[in-house]
């Protein structure tokens, strides 16, 4: 090998060194543009993110910090949900970004912002990330509440089981349809055959808007056998049931 080609592959090394170090420790926030370290976020913008701090503790929906009157009248399936922000300007944006844009980088932050959100919850055995109909996973290419659950999963060194329950339904987009007629568009959207007797779940997904898909999920995990079925979302649509 002559001295060109070894100066340009020296080159070409320190080059890919430079990128991933800039990767890992100049980055850009992904809002502002202003430098944010090691963080997706600068300091400011990660402050100024519609974070939820008073809410219903059984469906996340602002209250103050007691059951809302929605569930005490109508119970969800489900026993407790945490969410970290409100679905509004900008986290609607940088969510439909992850979702509809491809943008995987995304689910790192908003599985770190989670990751905070319940660090002070009791740890469940088990992480269920949203299942995806196959024909959706196969249009999208990925499953944005696998790729935000893989972060906490890791974060708490807890097991990930994104087959503990299918979705059998191609139903309609949730965010297509009235309010109320999302229980009927979900109903036996799901099936689990797995024994889960005596188990604590967790359930993963990027938005809950009325909660009517993570109600028919966490039914169906209950019939199984689930003990207990708390929701984990990146954000809360100000709407109830």
């Not at 420790?25 to 939820?52: K, V, W």
């Not at 269920?128 to 996973?137: C, D, E, G, K």
């Not at 987009?173 to 604590?200: E, M, Y």
Request: some cysteine.
């Amino acid at each position: 090998m002559n001295s060109g080609i070894k100066s340009i592959l020296h080159l070409t090394k320190m080059n890919s060194r430079l990128k991933l170090r800039q990767a890992l420790f100049e980055q850009d926030c992904l809002l502002c543009a202003a430098p944010s370290g090691t963080q997706m976020l600068c300091p400011a913008c990660h402050a100024s993110l519609p974070h939820i701090t008073h809410a219903c503790p059984r469906c996340a929906a602002p209250s103050a910090e007691q059951v809302c009157g929605e569930c005490l009248k109508h119970p969800p399936a489900f026993d407790r949900t945490r969410a970290a922000l409100e679905y509004a300007f900008p986290t609607d944006k940088l969510i439909q970004a992850l979702k509809y844009g491809g943008q995987l980088a995304l689910a790192k932050l908003f599985g770190e912002l989670l990751a905070e959100t319940v660090a002070d919850q009791p740890r469940p055995e088990t992480i269920l990330p949203m299942p995806l109909h196959p024909s959706r996973l196969k249009m999208r290419g990925f499953n944005q509440a696998l790729e935000i659950a893989k972060v906490i999963a890791k974060r708490f060194d807890l097991p990930l089981a994104p087959g503990l329950a299918q979705r059998v339904v191609d139903t309609t987009p949730q965010a297509s349809l009235p309010i109320d007629a999302r229980h009927t568009n979900v109903k036996g959207a799901f099936v689990c055959d797995k024994d889960l007797r005596g188990q604590h779940i967790a359930v993963v997904d990027d938005v809950m808007t009325s909660g009517a898909t993570l109600h028919e999920l966490s039914k169906i995990l209950k019939r199984a056998g689930a003990a207990q079925v708390d929701v984990w979302v990146v954000a809360r649509a100000v709407t109830h049931r």
